[in-house]
Nanobody
Framework: QVQLVESGVGSVQAGGSLRLSCAASVNLGNHRYLGWFRQAPGKECEGVGAISGAGAPTVYADSVKGRFTVSRDNAKNTVYLQMNDLKPEDTAMYYC????????????????????WGQGTQVTVSS
């Protein structure tokens, strides 16, 4: 089983930026989708952004499109979530997840295909 460890816990004021990192314990190669998800108190978990094994394409939730960027460094077994122009509604626990190997995901922001998850990291945006 793959262990995923997020880092980049942070608090920031609205309009600020944060970058989250997620390091995998094994070489994921270039054949597994990596996704970022978030869950705010009292709300369902939602997909934020995802990236294919090769690094493209990427897909984003409408709520973060143009503000968040997902990237990956396969040599470092790490995926990143760059978050700009943060808003209070971005406050949530953020999780990274790895999809199954060698599988195309038609809906990469859905949680169900992902079988390895990190422990989560809190992001708080104050107004």
């Amino acid at each position: 089983q793959v262990q995923l460890v997020e880092s980049g816990v942070g608090s920031v004021q609205a309009g600020g930026s944060l970058r989250l990192s997620c390091a995998a314990s094994v070489n994921l190669g270039n054949h597994r989708y990596l996704g970022w998800f978030r869950q705010a108190p009292g709300k369902e978990c939602e997909g934020v952004g995802a990236i294919s094994g090769a690094g493209a394409p990427t897909v984003y939730a409408d709520s973060v499109k143009g503000r968040f960027t997902v990237s990956r460094d396969n040599a470092k077994n790490t995926v990143y979530l760059q978050m700009n122009d943060l808003k209070p509604e971005d406050t949530a626990m953020y999780y990274c997840a790895a999809g199954p190997g060698g599988t195309y995901l038609s809906r990469p922001l859905d949680m169900s295909p992902y079988n390895d998850w990190g422990q989560g990291t809190q992001v708080t945006v104050s107004s």
